[in-house]
T-cell receptor
Framework: RKEVEQDPGPFNVPEGATVAFNCTYS??????FFWYRQDCRKEPKLLMS???SGNEDGRFTAQLNRASQYISLLIRDSKLSDSATYLC????????????????FGQGTILTVHP | DAGITQSPRHKVTETGTPVTLRCHQT?????MYWYRQDPGHGLRLIHY???????DKGEVSDGYSVSRSKTEDFLLTLESATSSQTSVYFC????????????FGNGTRLTVT
C-alpha cells in the first residue's frame, strides 16, 4: 500500500461545479498535512495547510479525519483557472537528532474545469 | 513567491557525463531538498540538507550526490548520468522541519541521451 494515495482522476467538471478530492495516508504518526496545486510543466505551489479542525480559504475547504486517516479538499464554484493537478502531502516528523520532516507526496489528482 | 532559483532550467546531456544542478535561495531557510518528478511516481526525495555541510539521503539517492557549502546554495551532482535520470528536478526549501510547508523552485528539465 502506498503511503499516500489519491484518486488520479481526471475529474472533468463544468464551471461553477463543486468538486471534492480525497487522500488517504497510511502512517498514523503523520503530523501535518498540505494540499498543493501544480500547473502543467510548473513547480508545485502550496494551496493550503490542513488543520485538525478543518479550514477554509475562499472557495477551498480542507478537512482532516485522523481516525480514518484521510484528508479532503473541496472546491466550490469551480473556475477555469482551477484546472491543475492537486497534490496531497503528508508530513511525518521524527523528533531528535538530524531528523527531518518526511514529506510524502501523493501522485496527484488531475482536475479539468470546462466552460 | 519564495526566493528560490534553479539553474539551469533545461539541460540535455549524454550518458556517462557528469552534471551539476544548482539551487540558490535568498530566504535563509535551514532546510533544502532535491526531488525528482516522473510520470507514475510523483515527487520523490533524492537528498536533503538540514544545514551547511549537513546532508542526508532520501528515498532515491543512488547515482546522486549533494553538497551544501553555504546556507543559500545546494548542489545536486549526477556523477555519471544515465538515461534513467532523465526527469524534472525540483529544489525545495523550508523554514522548519515540523509543520512547515515546502516552497519549490521552478525546476530543471534534464534529458540524458
Amino acid at each position: 500500500r502506498k503511503e499516500v494515495e489519491q484518486d488520479p482522476g481526471p475529474f472533468n467538471v463544468p464551471e461553477g461545479a463543486t468538486v471534492a478530492f480525497n487522500c488517504t495516508y497510511s502512517n498514523s504518526a503523520s503530523q501535518s498535512f498540505f494540499w498543493y496545486r501544480q500547473d502543467c510543466r510548473k513547480e508545485p505551489k502550496l494551496l493550503m495547510s490542513v488543520y485538525s479542525s478543518g479550514n477554509e480559504d475562499g472557495r477551498f475547504t480542507a478537512q482532516l479525519n485522523r481516525a480514518s486517516q484521510y484528508i479532503s479538499l473541496l472546491i466550490r464554484d469551480s473556475k477555469l483557472s482551477d484546472s491543475a493537478t492537486y497534490l496531497c502531502v503528508v508530513n511525518s516528523y521524527y523528533a531528535g537528532g538530524t531528523s527531518y520532516g518526511k514529506l510524502t507526496f501523493g501522485q496527484g489528482t488531475i482536475l479539468t474545469v470546462h466552460p | 513567491d519564495a526566493g528560490i532559483t534553479q539553474s539551469p532550467r533545461h539541460k540535455v546531456t549524454e550518458t556517462g557525463t557528469p552534471v551539476t544542478l544548482r539551487c540558490h535561495q535568498t530566504e535563509n531557510h535551514r532546510y533544502m531538498y532535491w526531488y525528482r518528478q516522473d510520470p507514475g511516481h510523483g515527487l520523490r526525495l533524492i537528498h536533503y540538507s538540514y544545514g551547511v555541510k549537513d546532508t542526508d539521503k532520501g528515498e532515491v539517492s543512488d547515482g546522486y550526490s549533494v553538497s551544501r557549502s553555504k546556507t543559500e546554495d545546494f548542489l545536486l551532482t549526477l556523477e555519471s548520468a544515465t538515461s534513467s535520470q532523465t526527469s524534472v528536478y525540483f529544489c525545495a526549501i523550508s523554514k522548519r522541519v515540523d509543520n512547515s510547508p515546502l516552497h519549490f523552485g521552478n525546476g530543471t528539465r534534464l534529458t540524458v541521451t
